[in-house]
């Protein structure tokens, strides 16, 4: 196979050797991997990106604010970037990347483009409070973005499904993996200790994540089991167009309800001492949270949305967790409720987790997934 230069275009920094480490790894192999990210401002995030062997160019791109200059700024670096560099082949994630990159790579003359959607987000939430105007312009970006791709890789199948039925991108280019996938041996099975019934959820505070859904269930709980400790890792950001409400964002830092650890690099440990994992989001391409809690042998709670139902095993001989309704604090606090009454079947689930993690989320099956589709 001829070396080939490849052109990585990223989101947040530090999901890029937490979620596609792997994958970088096994690129690094065959080909030169050029990774395009915001700043890194975590020295280790910089240093395990480099052990891994990448060439790092680093953007003032901000992911998650809305601000058309700072985004024609980051297009001009790609420009220069792909100048520079040259790649046969150019590899976006996240919708920034994906749309700008897309472009930028299609205007370059690269004419192998691959784009993944790890998740669609409050922008194709039904009924989610963002301005429908900001919709219909990223909506139509994404269309024109998608057009300059070869293959686009989704997490899920409903996210592709609902992309292809908005005439969005054709099913004829379109792939779907089983999300990230998960290191089974990184995140080894540990036996849950029941001594104490303990829920956690990791998420970024933002409304699409159910944080207020969390909330208001654990207020429930904490009525009738004051002994339940019930904790939330993820951190705010300030320039989330989705960010939480103010009044919200109080009461977790009170403390009072919900014990909140902030912004957490140990969400392994963190899963390791809960019991139950808990993901009350209205829209996911596949949550690592959920996959990092099945591969440890945790039961999760989350929602029946896509993204969701894909952790889930759905035969119910094998159940791994429950399903609930999304935006339904009470029904998501009587689950909660049922399993700090049969603490058994805690155990079970978390058995039948970790059996779905190897079945079907294994990184190196996804991986293979991965390569196949971008022609590598």
Do not use: W
């Not at 700072?70 to 994906?98: H, N, Q, W």
């Not at 989001?281 to 709670?301: F, H, K, M, N, Q």
Request: a neutral charge; glycine letters at 8%; hydrophobic letters at 40%.
């Amino acid at each position: 196979m001829a070396l080939k230069t490849i052109l990585v275009a990223c989101g947040p920094p530090r999901s890029v050797v937490a979620f596609r480490g792997d994958l970088l790894r096994e690129m690094v192999k065959d080909h030169r991997v050029v990774l395009v990210s915001p700043v890194i401002s975590d020295g280790e995030i910089r240093d395990d990106l480099q052990s891994i062997g990448v060439t790092i160019f680093e953007s003032n791109l901000k992911p998650n604010n809305i601000s058309i200059l700072d985004d024609l700024a980051y297009c001009m670096f790609l420009f220069k970037v792909i100048s520079r560099e040259k790649p046969s082949l150019f590899f976006g994630y996240t919708i920034k990347p994906v749309i700008f990159g897309s472009m930028i790579a299609f205007l370059s003359g690269i004419t192998e483009i691959c784009s993944m959607l790890t998740g669609l987000g409050y922008n194709f939430v039904e009924g989610e409070n963002v301005e429908k105007g900001h919709k219909k312009v990223v909506h139509f970006l994404l269309k024109i973005a998608l057009k300059c791709n070869r293959t686009v890789i989704f997490h899920n199948p409903d996210d592709r499904n609902l992309l292809v039925k908005m005439g969005l991108v054709p099913a004829d280019k379109t792939k779907v993996v089983n999300g990230s996938g998960v290191n089974l041996s990184r995140y080894p099975f540990k036996q849950v200790n029941l001594s104490s019934i303990t829920f956690l959820m990791v998420g970024r505070l933002i409304k699409s994540k159910g944080v207020q859904e969390y909330y208001d269930a654990v207020k429930i709980i904490r009525r009738h089991y004051p002994e339940v400790k019930c904790y939330l890792a993820g951190e705010f950001e300030e320039q989330n167009i989705d960010r939480i409400d103010a009044d919200l964002l109080d009461n977790l830092l009170k403390g009072e309800v919900v014990t909140y650890l902030g912004f957490r690099k140990d969400i392994p440990s963190l899963i390791e001492k809960s019991s139950v994992v808990v993901l009350p989001s209205y829209r996911e391409g596949t949550p690592r949270a959920l996959l990092e809690a099945l591969s440890i042998g945790r039961a999760v709670v989350t929602t029946d949305t896509p993204g969701c139902t894909e952790v889930v095993n759905p035969d119910p001989r094998y159940s791994n967790g429950f399903l609930v309704p999304p935006g339904d604090s009470t029904i998501l606090a009587q689950c909660m409720k049922d399993l700090i009454l049969n603490p058994d079947q805690i155990v079970e689930l978390g058995l039948n987790g970790r059996r779905y993690a190897e079945e079907k989320f294994d990184v190196s099956k996804v991986n293979k997934e991965m390569l196949k589709s971008l022609g590598l």
